[in-house]
């Protein structure tokens, strides 16, 4: 079972904030939120990411809801290079190897 | 920047050949993972390495061996090519921290492998 939903797609201006939504309703205490991204054809890419409090860093800000059920991504001046898929991932502390397990996540298109 | 780089971006090799995929990180990373993809399957994990010389095998191991003799390199080694390893191969790089933070993940930019 998936463990986090996202819209399969939207758009965005360039210049504009890019709000991605995230939900995690089954998340369980000891979980982390991480986002990432792949440009076509290229390796995924981590962004960010955060247990319950909200996370800014030079690419984007994360912003977790106090019940810790969902989550938003913000690119906040979005520009074409930051087409991509964004995938919303939770995976808890002390994992046996660290698996990444990506959904379908959500296609960012920016428009010119 | 982290910098995780893979010896190819694209190779095309025969059934039965043996084939090497490197990978080298630069950033002192304990843990080194090679993963495939493959559309509508998603990032599928053949191994992990969480220190030198030690392996752990992931989802799809088959068909599939490892080496890691130097903390910065991880070798993904097809002892048979098979069309059906034709696929993105990616490798990525994390530190351990405690805490269980080795799922930030930084990942190379792919191989694509054709077995013909």
């Known amino acids: 079972d998936a463990k986090t939903t996202q819209p399969p797609s939207m758009d965005c201006a360039e210049g504009r904030a890019a709000n991605l939504p995230c939900n995690h309703s089954?998340?369980?205490?000891?979980?982390?939120v991480y986002w990432y991204r792949q440009i076509h054809s290229q390796g995924p890419q981590y962004i960010i990411h955060?247990?319950?409090n909200n996370e800014t860093n030079e690419m984007a800000s994360l912003i977790i809801t106090e019940d810790r059920k969902s989550s938003t991504l913000i690119l906040p001046h979005a520009t074409l290079r930051d087409t991509a898929v964004y995938y919303c991932i939770v995976e808890g502390s002390g994992g046996s190897n660290y698996k990444l397990t990506f959904g379908k996540g959500t296609l960012l298109t920016v428009n010119p | 920047d982290v910098k995780v780089t893979q010896s190819s971006r694209y190779l095309v090799k025969r059934t039965g050949e043996k084939v090497f995929l490197e990978c080298v990180q630069d950033m002192d990373h304990e843990n080194m993972f090679w993963y495939r993809q493959d559309p509508g399957l998603g990032l599928r994990l053949i191994y992990f390495?969480?220190?030198?010389?030690?392996?752990e095998k992931g989802d799809i191991p088959e068909g599939y061996s490892v080496s890691r003799e130097k903390k910065e390199r991880f070798s993904l080694i097809l002892e048979s090519a098979s069309t059906n390893q034709t696929s993105m191969y990616l490798c990525a790089s994390s530190l351990e921290v405690a805490g269980g933070t080795g799922y930030e993940q930084y990942f190379g930019p792919g191989t694509r492998l054709t077995v013909t």
């Open positions: 390495s969480y220190d030198v010389k030690m392996k």
């Open positions: 955060g247990l319950k």
């Open positions: 089954t998340i369980s205490g000891n979980e982390y």
